[in-house]
């Protein structure tokens, strides 16, 4: 098919790896390198620059990285980059990356067992992985420069891209790469003492996309534009679960640039020459809905419901010692109930995909995709074809937070289904609208939580009981399998099933609710929830100890010392123990989640009139080897933005199961006035690497609602804080 000009040469690189499935032999190296590589036979070496799945290298010394991990903004594709430039002593001002073309066997997440992003596992699941083939094909290009200049292998050393032996002859990667990659990759690439690394752990060099990315160069799906394409918005039933009952779209034809209008097994879509035209042939249908099976409750009439449900006992997820005679017994019992709202994801890109289908022959795909081989699978009945010859093209994304990641793949679903109904006559790219994303889109789900816990007179906490009550995320969806055991979902009590302080008797329990609205994990999951609860309440029980937040925590941490060298880490940076500036209060919070260890201690001004402002976080991470230490950083600024966004204002609420919200200024992002000074330390660590993209959320909530509670005495127990009667200024 006829590319745009700017991504022919991408397209080109991705083709080339598709048809030569190319698999490298790795014999008996590393267990994620041989699940990586795949267990597919090796094909034969071509000597065409390519020396493994990971790694290219162009005849100008180009060495390219395929990214298997989608980068949505988080910097996944120059972390990778870095591990293999580490190993292949590469010079960084040479090296690009690209998204891998979707291809299960070869580029699958190692966690996951198929090829996707999520759960921050990109650079911790491929950290040995991309390291590996980066020494494999620094290995290669050793044994092709002893060959060709008649000395031994031993006598070669590689230093920032060049190939020398010691005696003056010297090679660039790219004199070297067709011969190379030709080469038999060895069995167990030796990789580097951590004491020599050049790029892991180091800052001084910047991310491969920032320069594209600030001068508008880097391609997102909204910048594809196909010769023919027509451009689809679709009519949803407003109602989740509603149906279309019939339509008239005799208005909307008559709209200049409208060419067809069709209904999919989701909707109306309008079709037209560009997006505008076909947002205005969408708001001049006239559609009847059938709501027969809709949801209709309102979103307080869910949570009063969800009150009455935590009367009672639900499935246990924990139960270790005897709580009843725990709290009997107690010298003091702190009680509390919290209630967290419906979360939209909001990226700053809505969904979109651009779809080019030859019924039963071909279907091509443009998108931010997130999960390939879930995508693949949802759309190829659609198409007519097997799941492995759609062919995806992964574009940069404008965020997610886990909108992306969703088991029906909706809005790729979506069009191919328009695909489809045209009987692919020309390509589609189907265009969300903030409104469409923010009514109709997936949701962070609303739970309750009911939180009893007692003390002795020691201060030490002798019996925890907590019922959450709320939507399974997981509940019939193919990652039920392996993530929900005897009914309980794994994300609705993460965050509360481990609690890091000394509990004598635990019990936790949830209600898995029966709610027709979509859910979906936000970023962090079930932490942003459990979180909030498990460490506000732990402020409570220092207060009732009266002992220092600080104090009473660490006194009983010995069990947990990662979150308590985070906790210390950060409360040397902020001061804790000498007075805060005149007016702030200081509240703290740690949290484990994504097997990283966050604790983030928060600064709040009360003003004369009131009103709050957050002025300043401190924030330490423990997340093992930190491959970029100024991403990590960044990932860590950016989730307290985003955390400290929904903890203060943000929520979903339904009327007669219309969700009320629509766009920005009703469902309000953080404001640069609101941000924060924020310092970000990382605990020292030769541990694996472990997760960044989400763990910095959970504790700025709790964090602030603790230190409103410090100034104060008000506890918030209903977010966001504005329901709870807190406004910031």
Not at 169 to 177: D, I, P, V
Request: charged share 20%; with cysteine.
């Amino acid at each position: 098919m006829n590319l745009p000009k700017f991504l022919k040469g991408e397209a080109a690189a991705a083709t080339r790896l598709n048809r030569r499935a190319f698999l490298m032999a790795t014999g008996g190296v590393t267990a994620g390198l041989v699940i990586g590589y795949g267990t597919q036979p090796a094909l034969a070496a071509a000597g065409d620059g390519t020396f493994n799945p990971f790694v290219t290298i162009a005849p100008d010394g180009t060495v390219t990285v395929l990214s298997k991990h989608l980068d949505k903004g988080q910097g996944t594709m120059s972390g990778l980059a870095a591990l293999v430039a580490e190993e292949l002593d590469a010079d960084w001002s040479m090296v690009k990356g690209e998204h891998a073309p979707a291809n299960t066997e070869v580029y699958k997440n190692l966690l996951f067992g198929m090829q996707g992003t999520g759960g921050s596992t990109g650079i911790p699941n491929s950290f040995m992985q991309y390291r590996q083939a980066g020494a494999a094909a620094r290995a290669m290009l050793v044994q092709a420069a002893a060959k060709e200049w008649g000395v031994p292998a031993e006598t070669i050393s590689v230093t920032n891209g060049v190939v020398s032996d010691g005696t003056g002859r010297t090679a660039g990667f790219g004199e070297l790469a067709a011969a190379a990659s030709a080469e038999t990759p060895p069995a167990e690439p030796v990789l580097k003492d951590p004491a020599s690394f050049r790029f892991i752990g180091k800052d001084d060099y910047r991310r491969l996309d920032s320069v594209a990315k600030t001068r508008g160069e880097a391609i997102y799906t909204q910048d594809i534009n196909l010769p023919g394409m027509l451009y689809a918005v679709l009519a949803r039933p407003p109602r989740f679960g509603g149906k279309v009952e019939s339509f008239d779209a005799t208005e909307s034809l008559a709209i200049k640039g409208v060419e067809e209008v069709v209904e999919t097994p989701l909707g109306i879509a309008v079709l037209a020459t560009g997006t505008w035209p076909a947002i205005q042939g969408r708001e001049a249908l006239e559609i009847s809905w059938n709501d027969g099976g809709a949801e209709t409750r309102s979103s307080d009439q869910l949570m009063a419901e969800y009150r009455e449900i935590a009367k009672e006992p639900g499935l246990v997820a924990v139960n270790t010692g005897d709580v009843d005679a725990a709290l009997a017994g107690a010298d003091k019992v702190v009680e509390a109930t919290f209630e967290f709202p419906f979360l939209a994801h909001a990226p700053m890109e809505p969904m979109n995909a651009v779809m080019d289908l030859d019924p039963g022959k071909s279907l091509e795909i443009w998108t931010g995709s997130q999960l390939p081989t879930i995508d693949q699978l949802n759309v190829a009945p659609i198409a007519g074809i097997e799941p492995a010859a759609v062919k995806i093209n992964t574009l940069f994304a404008g965020g997610s937070f886990g909108r992306r990641t969703n088991g029906p793949s909706d809005y790729v679903v979506e069009a191919v289904q328009i695909a489809a109904a045209i009987n692919g006559r020309a390509p589609v790219k189907l265009v969300w609208t903030r409104e469409d994303d923010v009514q109709g889109g997936y949701y962070r789900p609303m739970y309750f939580h009911k939180v009893r816990a007692g003390l002795d007179k020691d201060g030490n906490i002798t019996g925890w009981d907590q019922r959450i009550v709320g939507q399974s995320i997981l509940l019939g969806t193919p990652f039920e399998a392996f993530l929900v055991k005897d009914g309980i979902d794994g994300t609705s009590v993460e965050g509360a099933a481990e609690i890091p302080i000394e509990i004598a008797a635990h019990r936790l329990d949830v209600h898995n609710t029966e709610v027709n609205i979509p859910v979906l994990w936000w970023r962090s999951v079930g932490s942003t929830h459990t979180a909030y609860a498990v460490e506000t309440m732990i402020d409570r029980l220092a207060a009732a100890a009266g002992e220092d937040p600080l104090e009473f925590r660490l006194k009983r941490m010995d069990a947990f010392p990662r979150e308590a060298g985070a906790l210390r880490l950060a409360a040397e940076k902020v001061g804790w123990n000498t007075p805060a500036p005149e007016g702030i209060t200081r509240g703290l919070a740690v949290h484990k989640s994504f097997s990283s260890y966050v604790a983030q201690i928060a600064e709040v001004r009360q003003n004369e009139d009131g009103t709050f402002k957050v002025e300043r976080v401190v924030c330490a991470i423990d997340c093992g080897v930190a491959v970029m230490p100024d991403q990590v950083k960044a990932q860590m600024e950016g989730s307290i933005g985003y955390g400290l966004g929904a903890v203060m204002r943000n929520k979903i609420t339904l009327t007669d199961g219309l969700v009320d919200q629509t766009n920005f200024p009703d469902y309000e992002p953080i404001r640069i006035s609101d941000m924060p000074d924020i310092e970000v330390y990382i605990v020292p660590s030769s541990e694996a690497p472990t997760g960044a993209g989400e763990p910095g959320v959970p504790p700025i909530g709790p964090a602030v609602a603790n230190a409103i509670m410090a100034a104060t005495g008000q506890t918030v127990d209903v977010l966001p804080m504005t329901d709870s009667g807190i406004e910031f200024a």
